[in-house]
């Protein structure tokens, strides 16, 4: 089989997709709101809507690291340079075991489990894709210019959900011990 030469990405479709996936992230988050503010009992409570919004997010993370893998394993008899690129730097395990991480975090904030989890998995995530080169680095070298489309859709959404985790999981910590204070004196943690 021949080996297909990476063609050049287009980058009005580029921005048409960081569009697209700003938009999907935007519908999300406006849900979720909303669905907060119809659920919630009297007053605002704001420590519940970044718990909701950082839990959606890891659970949004997940599914689409689910539609990477899909697309991985679809794609495994594909020659062109990207894919043969791919194979050398490992199988499905990473996304696997991301997708497996971010659902588990963003059950464990939907059902008040533990913010902890969620917060230092968050972090981690956010520390670390953005310090490894095999990460970001790569998508902003490579990826914009010579990645399959949808394969940079996918990356724009898991940057947006990782994004909306890291910063609603931080904020959600940072402010329940200091204004979520229940009568008797004691920290609520919602």
């Known amino acids: 089989m021949a080996i297909v030469a990476p063609v050049p990405t287009d980058g009005g479709v580029v921005v048409a997709l960081f569009l697209m996936v700003g938009t999907i992230a935007f519908t999300i988050c406006s849900t979720v709101a909303l669905y907060e503010c119809s659920t919630r009992e009297k007053g605002s409570n704001h420590a519940r809507l970044l718990r909701l919004l950082s839990g959606w997010a890891n659970i949004s993370n997940s599914f689409i690291h689910v539609l990477l893998t899909i697309y991985i394993l ?58 490894m080169p095999i990460v970001w680095l790569r998508f902003l070298e490579v990826g914009l210019k010579e990645w399959p489309y949808e394969v940079i859709f996918i990356w724009f959404a898991i940057f947006f959900f990782e994004l909306v985790s890291v910063a609603c999981s931080v904020a959600h910590v940072a402010i329940v011990p200091n204004y979520c204070a229940d009568s008797s004196g004691g920290k609520k943690n919602e």
């Open 74 to 131: 679809s794609n495994a008899a594909n020659d062109s340079v990207y894919w043969i690129e791919e194979r050398k730097l490992g199988g499905i395990e990473g996304p696997v075991g991301l997708a497996v991480l971010n659902l588990l975090a963003g059950l464990s904030a939907l059902r008040s489990y533990s913010s902890k989890f969620p917060l230092v998995w968050n972090v981690f995530v956010a520390t670390a894709g953005t310090f």
